[in-house]
C-alpha cells in the first residue's frame, strides 16, 4: 500500500460488473468496494471483466468507494490447447 496525495493504492479482483462502468471489487484486504474505471482506462478502451485483478486508488475520506487505475496483464498458457495443422488428421 502506497500513498498519493490523499489515495491508497491496493490490489484485488473484480467481482461483478455493474453497467455504465461500475465494478464491485473485493481487495486483498477482505473488504469490498464499488469502484469506477478512470479516465485512461476508458480513453484507451480497455476491458476490464469480473476475473481480472486490478489496482484501485481508494480516497482517505471514503474507503467503500473507489477508481480503477490498472488492470493486471492476464497470465495464460495458450499453448496446451494449441493444436497445428499436421495434428488434425
Do not use: C, W
Not at 24 to 52: A, E, F, Q, W
Not at 58 to 87: C, Q, W
Amino acid at each position: 500500500m502506497s500513498t498519493k496525495k490523499n489515495f491508497v493504492t491496493v490490489e484485488g479482483v473484480v467481482t461483478i460488473a455493474y453497467p455504465n462502468g461500475m465494478f464491485s471489487v473485493h481487495l486483498d484486504n477482505d473488504i469490498d468496494v464499488l469502484t469506477v474505471v478512470s479516465g485512461k482506462i476508458r480513453y484507451r478502451t480497455i476491458r476490464v471483466v469480473p476475473g481480472d485483478r486490478v489496482t484501485v486508488e481508494l480516497p482517505l475520506y471514503d474507503l467503500s468507494k473507489g477508481r480503477i487505475i490498472y488492470r493486471h496483464p492476464v497470465k495464460r498458457n495458450d499453448d496446451d490447447d494449441f493444436i497445428s495443422a499436421t495434428d488434425q488428421y
